[in-house]
T-cell receptor, first 111, second 115 residues
Framework: GENVEQHPSTLSVQEGDSAVIKCTYSDSASNYFPWYKQELGKRPQLIIDIRSNVGEKKDQRIAVTLNKTAKHFSLHITETQPEDSAVYFCAASSGYQKVTFGTGTKLQVIP | KAGVTQTPRYLIKTRGQQVTLSCSPISGHRSVSWYQQTPGQGLQFLFEYFSETQRNKGNFPGRFSGRQFSNSRSEMNVSTLELGDSALYLC??????????????FGEGSRLTVL
């Protein structure tokens, strides 16, 4: 089955700096790669996603890149703000809503 | 539009008992998935239902089962509870009907504690 590895497990950055979270996946059939943000005590929410026919996608301060050959994808957050502090999960899916999540990255943005 | 609703929110059981958790998806969503969230393992896929059919199952023992009703509401059951079953159980619904995967809309979860 699919295996998704995520690094780092914790990340501290100064407000205004950039944050990068990296993930690798094992199943070459995976074609959908979402990122979810979970604030403390709240439900996970989708922040950005990318499909395998696209190499990069941006949404304001957030961007995701995908390298299908190397089977890795990354989340980039620029100009970080305190409200970006949360746990971020990468994930991969080959279809039918079966989503395999990474183990999460706890991001702390220091004001 | 109401979000995904899970009941109960909190429950405490003892080893050997069984538990049933309920999930009402967003109106119009026919796909319902279940995930187990623990601090060390993150979110682990349990199973997914679409139109009352289980389309996918994760790597959990047979003690974990589920079903979906004609109104898309879903239940999951865990029998013969073990201490390791203590976790937050998240339900998620989705609009997609075909083979593609799309955004998951999560409920707030049911926090199960097994003593």
């Amino acid at each position: 089955g699919e295996n998704v590895e995520q690094h780092p497990s914790t990340l501290s950055v100064q407000e205004g700096d950039s944050a990068v979270i990296k993930c690798t996946y094992s199943d070459s059939a995976s074609n959908y790669f979402p990122w979810y943000k979970q604030e403390l005590g709240k439900r996970p929410q989708l922040i950005i996603d990318i499909r395998s026919n696209v190499g990069e996608k941006k949404d304001q301060r957030i961007a995701v890149t995908l390298n299908k050959t190397a089977k890795h994808f990354s989340l980039h957050i620029t100009e970080t703000q305190p409200e970006d502090s949360a746990v971020y999960f990468c994930a991969a899916s080959s279809g039918y809503q079966k989503v395999t999540f990474g183990t999460g990255t706890k991001l702390q943005v220091i004001p | 539009k109401a979000g995904v609703t899970q009941t109960p929110r909190y429950l405490i059981k003892t080893r050997g008992q069984q538990v049933t958790l309920s999930c009402s998806p967003i109106s119009g969503h026919r796909s319902v998935s279940w995930y187990q969230q623990t601090p060390g393992q993150g979110l682990q896929f349990l199973f997914e239902y679409f139109s009352e059919t289980q389309r996918n199952k994760g790597n959990f023992p047979g003690r974990f089962s589920g079903r979906q009703f004609s109104n898309s509401r879903s239940e999951m059951n865990v029998s013969t509870l073990e201490l390791g079953d203590s976790a937050l159980y998240l339900c998620a619904s989705s609009t997609l009907a075909g083979s593609n995967t799309g955004e998951l809309f999560f409920g707030e979860g049911s926090r199960l504690t097994v003593l």
